[in-house]
């Protein structure tokens, strides 16, 4: 099976506007576009009755001591744990699609209590609804896709996976705003084939990526 896009290239950056934030040179960052990427896929095995798609960002601090704090960088060696930025799970096997800004288009404060998706499908819970908790203005349940938003200071790159599994499941046995361990949960045992895409991004002021 094979995945691809047309928004970025498999290693390759990912553009400012499937962001969450941009660089900003007077305050850091500032909230971007926020677009879903492109995705196609192709070559599902015989016997696929529904896709998974996750985005996991596989960089993330594992401890927030030195992010985004002036004058100190979140160091390089530091153990890193994973975010999930997208889980998308019942997607229909007549789906090999999806459009750039269909699924996402701009930040919503608090989180999208409905994101558009394929028919049918249902997507879970991101983990921004952990990360803005206790923020007055932020703090909610992020349902869909939001995009990349690595620590400013970050002396590591960021490496964004776009998981796409065939199953051989109907629906995924996941209820509620569901998240990354219920959805590989659910998965075991019922992955016919697997593809994936990874980008990097990186809002440190220091990186210059290409």
């Known amino acids: 099976m094979k995945l691809t896009s047309t928004s970025f290239r498999n290693n390759g950056v990912l553009p400012g506007r499937l962001a969450f934030c941009v660089k900003d040179p ?54 890193r744990g994973e975010f999930l930025h997208w889980a998308v799970v019942d997607i229909p096997a007549t789906v090999s699609e999806i459009a750039e800004g269909s699924c996402s288009a701009g930040v919503t404060a608090r989180g999208k209590a409905s994101p558009e998706g394929p028919a049918g499908s249902r997507q879970g819970q991101n983990d921004y609804t952990g990360w803005f908790k206790g923020d007055a203005g932020m703090e909610g349940s992020y349902l869909g896709y939001d995009g990349p938003c690595p620590p400013w200071n970050d002396s590591r790159v960021h490496h964004y996976r776009f998981e796409l599994y065939a199953t051989d499941l109907e629906a995924a046995p996941v209820k509620g705003a569901f998240g990354l361990a219920e959805v590989r949960k659910a998965l075991e045992g019922h992955v016919l084939a697997q593809a994936r895409l990874t980008g990097r991004y990186s809002l440190n002021p220091r990186f210059s990526l290409k």
């Open 26 to 79: 007077k305050q850091r960052v500032r909230l971007s576009k926020n677009l879903n990427p492109q995705l196609a896929w192709s070559g599902a095995p015989e016997g696929t009755r529904s896709f998974v798609l996750l985005c996991v960002d596989g960089d993330v601090p594992t401890r927030p001591d030195d992010v985004n704090q002036p004058g100190r960088e979140v160091p390089f060696d530091l153990p």
